[in-house]
């Protein structure tokens, strides 16, 4: 909302001046934040769907290879390796074109979670640290809500 006051001389058209330069400046940013989302919202990509793990992560993340960035060789990019995130809406096709899975990506990190096993003494023991869920023989950082183990 813009406060108009119906002065004259140059303070009113000072104060008026700045506060439709702050509307305008609100205004465009709220503006570039819808389109940035909407964008982001609309992207479709096509890839391989994959749980992608290497030496640091501690197991496996959700994510998605984008087909153009496959080499003919079979060779990929971490260019356009992408997690899949809270709110992404996904689908999965079967070589058929069917469909195997279509929804919103609601992760769960609770549901199953084991505690890891090390040896102690000859022993296994449950280790102190946060429990993990795994998928497979995969530890996992997160399953889909609602899909059990």
Same mark, same amino acid.
């Given at each position: 909302?813009?406060?108009? #006051?119906?002065?004259?001389?140059?303070?009113? *058209?000072?104060?008026? @001046?700045?506060?439709? &330069?702050?509307?305008?400046?609100? %205004? #465009?940013?709220?503006?570039?934040?819808?389109? *940035?989302?909407?964008? @982001?919202?609309?992207? &479709?990509?096509?890839?391989?769907? %994959?749980?992608?793990?290497?030496?640091?992560?501690?197991?496996?993340?959700?994510?998605?290879?984008?087909?153009?960035?496959?080499?003919?060789?079979?060779?990929?990019?971490?260019?356009?390796?992408?997690?899949?995130l809270k709110g992404?809406?996904?689908?999965?096709?079967?070589?058929?074109?069917?469909?195997?899975?279509?929804?919103?990506?609601?992760?769960?990190?609770?549901?199953?979670?084991?505690?890891?096993?090390?040896?102690?003494?000859?022993?296994?023991?449950?280790?102190?640290?946060?429990?993990?869920?795994?998928?497979?023989?995969?530890?996992?950082?997160?399953?889909?809500?609602?899909?059990?183990?």
């Amino acid at each position: 909302m813009v406060d108009v #006051r119906i002065l004259t001389g140059d303070k009113f *058209e000072a104060e008026f @001046r700045v506060k439709v &330069e702050v509307v305008d400046r609100l %205004l #465009r940013r709220a503006m570039r934040h819808a389109l *940035e989302w909407s964008i @982001r919202m609309l992207k &479709e990509m096509r890839g391989v769907c %994959l749980l992608f793990s290497e030496s640091g992560t501690e197991g496996g993340w959700w994510a998605m290879q984008q087909d153009r960035f496959i080499t003919e060789d079979g060779h990929w990019s971490y260019q356009c390796l992408h997690y899949l995130l809270k709110g992404d809406d996904f689908t999965v096709y079967a070589e058929d074109g069917a469909v195997l899975f279509h929804g919103v990506i609601h992760p769960d990190g609770k549901t199953g979670a084991v505690p890891r096993q090390v040896m102690r003494i000859g022993k296994l023991v449950n280790h102190r640290t946060p429990k993990q869920q795994v998928v497979g023989v995969f530890w996992v950082h997160w399953i889909q809500k609602g899909i059990g183990l």
